[in-house]
């Protein structure tokens, strides 16, 4: 299907790029482009610390719930949820 | 009313300021990540996806129209029809080979048993016996593993 290739090529792309790669790596090569557009000036000062508070709220929400699937592993490992 | 003071004063709207600000800063952070180069965006959307585990959606999904839909649909058949057609051929030439060679050790059997020589026809029944129960157990084993599967 060539026609949807051409259309999401450049989507796919980073798409495909983005699910390869842990949220880890994801998140700072993600700070450094938009510290570089902020650098840039692309972005204002209110936009570069609103976009920057919003990676690092999403990035801790990931951290939260990998701890919460930890621990739900550990309990059932344990059996405490099954008894 | 003290309460409601140290909350936060309720506006005419019935929204509390803290409410408002959050509003506000929602809006803000929508109109940042808009302004965003589009591979930017797209990467910062991806990445929120991601972090608050969903599975950010495939650029493919908005994409595919009911054209697209149906050539899946016709490859997929035809991919069916060609496991099914192959599987048919290799039964039918084990079929063939079986039936040919328990035809061949029929006419053998036969023939000894006509000529009359006894304990060469012997020896061929326990080599064919021992043939037949090693595949039947062979068989049998490979379908426990693969029940066991």
Same mark, same amino acid.
């Given at each position: 299907?060539?026609?949807?290739?051409?259309? *999401?090529?450049?989507?796919?792309? !980073?798409?495909?790029?983005?699910?390869?790669?842990? *949220?880890?790596?994801?998140? /700072?090569?993600?700070?450094?482009? /938009?510290?570089?557009?902020?650098?840039?000036? *692309?972005?204002?000062?209110?936009?570069?610390?609103? !976009? /920057?508070? #919003?990676?690092?709220?999403?990035?801790?929400?990931?951290?939260?719930?990998?701890? !919460? *699937?930890?621990?739900?592993?550990?309990? !059932? #490992?344990?059996?405490?949820? /099954?008894? | 009313?003290?309460? $409601?003071?140290? %909350?936060?004063?309720?506006?005419?709207?019935? +929204?509390?300021?803290?409410?408002?600000?959050?509003?506000?800063?929602?809006?803000?952070?929508?109109? %940042?990540?808009?302004?965003?180069?589009?591979?930017?965006? +797209?990467? &910062?959307?991806?990445?929120?996806?991601?972090?608050?585990?969903?599975?950010? &959606?495939?650029?493919?999904?908005? +994409?595919?129209?009911?054209?697209?839909?149906?050539?899946?649909?016709?490859? $997929?058949?035809? $991919?069916?029809?060609?496991?099914?057609?192959?599987?048919?051929?290799?039964?039918?030439?084990?079929? &063939?080979?079986?039936?040919?060679?328990?035809?061949?050790?029929?006419?053998?059997?036969?023939? =000894? %048993?006509? =000529? @009359?020589?006894?304990?060469? =026809?012997?020896?061929?029944?326990?080599? &064919?016996?021992?043939?037949?129960?090693?595949?039947? @157990?062979?068989?049998?084993?490979?379908?426990?593993?693969?029940?066991?599967?």
């Amino acid at each position: 299907m060539p026609d949807i290739m051409n259309d *999401v090529d450049s989507d796919l792309k !980073i798409f495909l790029e983005m699910t390869s790669k842990p *949220v880890e790596q994801n998140f /700072i090569e993600l700070t450094k482009e /938009i510290t570089e557009l902020g650098k840039e000036q *692309v972005l204002s000062e209110k936009e570069f610390n609103i !976009i /920057i508070e #919003r990676l690092f709220s999403s990035y801790v929400e990931s951290l939260a719930n990998k701890l !919460i *699937v930890k621990n739900f592993e550990a309990l !059932i #490992r344990k059996g405490s949820l /099954i008894s | 009313m003290e309460k $409601q003071d140290k %909350a936060g004063a309720e506006k005419p709207d019935g +929204k509390a300021d803290h409410e408002i600000e959050t509003e506000d800063e929602t809006a803000a952070g929508i109109e %940042a990540v808009e302004n965003l180069p589009k591979p930017v965006k +797209k990467k &910062v959307e991806y990445f929120e996806m991601m972090a608050a585990g969903i599975s950010p &959606v495939s650029p493919f999904a908005g +994409k595919l129209s009911e054209k697209h839909i149906d050539k899946i649909l016709e490859i $997929q058949s035809k $991919q069916i029809e060609y496991t099914h057609e192959t599987e048919k051929q290799a039964r039918n030439h084990f079929l &063939v080979i079986y039936l040919a060679t328990a035809a061949l050790f029929l006419t053998i059997i036969l023939s =000894l %048993a006509i =000529l @009359g020589k006894d304990s060469l =026809l012997l020896d061929i029944i326990k080599i &064919v016996s021992a043939f037949a129960c090693g595949f039947a @157990g062979g068989m049998g084993l490979k379908a426990h593993i693969n029940r066991k599967k």
